[in-house]
C-alpha cells in the first residue's frame, strides 16, 4: 500500500530538548516536505527536498532542520524546541515533473506536537 | 510573493444544497492550482488540480476551473451531503523545484 508514514503520532516535550520526527515514503517519490498546521492560518511549508541531499527552506524554516540522506526517509529535527512551534505536523511526498508543477501530494496522518 | 487566498469560514449548509468555495491567487508566473480535503483527524487528500487555465478539475461530484483572468479557482458541487464536511484547502505550485503555498482553509458542515 503506497503510504507516508510519521511517527510519533503524539509527542509532549519540554522547552529545549531535542526531538527528530520521522516521516518515510515507500513511493519513491523525489518530491517530500513538512508542513505545519496552526489554526487560521491554515498549512505552512517548513522545508522541502526535491531529491537526496537536496533541501530548500519553505516559508516558516526558522528553529527546525531537515536532512534528506536516502529518498525514502526526510526527518525533521528541531534542535531546541520552544513552545511557539507547538502544532500539527504534516509530511508530504510527491512525484516531481518538470512541466506543470508536481504531481499529487501524499500526506502523513500527522503529528501533534506540544512543548511546555 | 505568492499567495492563496479562500472565503472565510466556517460555512454551515444543508444537505443537497450548491456549495461554492471561493479561492484566488498571487503568483509570479503559471501555476498549477489544487484543492485538498481535509477530514476530522486525518492529512490531507488531494481533491483535484489542473495545470494550466481553462483546465477544469473534476472529482466526487466537485469541480474547479483554473481563470487565468481572474487569478481563481473556485471550488463548486451541486449537491452536498454530510458526509462532505470537512476543512477545504486551495494551493498552488510554481514550478518544477518550487514550494507549495497553501490557503488558510474554510470548513465546511453539512447538516442533514
Known amino acids: 500500500e503506497a503510504q507516508v508514514t510519521q511517527n510519533p503520532r503524539y509527542l509532549i516535550t519540554v522547552t529545549g530538548k531535542k526531538l527528530t520526527v520521522t516521516c518515510s515514503q515507500n513511493?519513491?517519490?523525489?518530491?517530500m516536505s513538512w508542513y505545519r498546521q496552526d489554526p487560521g492560518l491554515g498549512l505552512r511549508q517548513i522545508y522541502y527536498?526535491?531529491?537526496?541531499?537536496?533541501?530548500d527552506k519553505g516559508d516558516v524554516p526558522e528553529g527546525y532542520k531537515v536532512s534528506r540522506k536516502e529518498k525514502r526517509n526526510f526527518p525533521l529535527i528541531l534542535e531546541s524546541p520552544s513552545p511557539n512551534q507547538t502544532s500539527l505536523y504534516f509530511c508530504?511526498?510527491?512525484?516531481?515533473?518538470?512541466?506543470?508543477?508536481?504531481?499529487?501530494?501524499?500526506f502523513g496522518p500527522g503529528t501533534r506536537l506540544t512543548v511546555l | 510573493g505568492n499567495s492563496v487566498t479562500q472565503m472565510e469560514g466556517p460555512v454551515t449548509l444543508s444537505e443537497e444544497a450548491f456549495l461554492t468555495i471561493n479561492c484566488t491567487y498571487t503568483a509570479t508566473g503559471y501555476p498549477s492550482l489544487f484543492w485538498y480535503v481535509q477530514y476530522p483527524g486525518e492529512g490531507l487528500q488531494l481533491l483535484l488540480k489542473?495545470?494550466?487555465?481553462?483546465d477544469k478539475g473534476s472529482n466526487k461530484g466537485f469541480e474547479a476551473t483554473y481563470r487565468k483572468e481572474t487569478t481563481s479557482f473556485h471550488l463548486e458541487k451541486g449537491s452536498v451531503q454530510v458526509s462532505d464536511s470537512a476543512v477545504y484547502f486551495c494551493?498552488?505550485?510554481?514550478?518544477?523545484?518550487?514550494?507549495?503555498?497553501f490557503g488558510p482553509g474554510t470548513r465546511l458542515s453539512v447538516l442533514p
Open positions: 489542473a495545470t494550466k487555465a481553462d
Open positions: 527536498s526535491m531529491n537526496v541531499e537536496v533541501t
Open positions: 508530504a511526498s510527491s512525484r516531481e515533473v518538470t512541466s506543470g508543477g508536481s504531481d499529487t501530494q501524499y
Open positions: 494551493a498552488l505550485k510554481l514550478n518544477y523545484g518550487q514550494n507549495f503555498v
Open positions: 513511493m519513491n517519490h523525489e518530491y
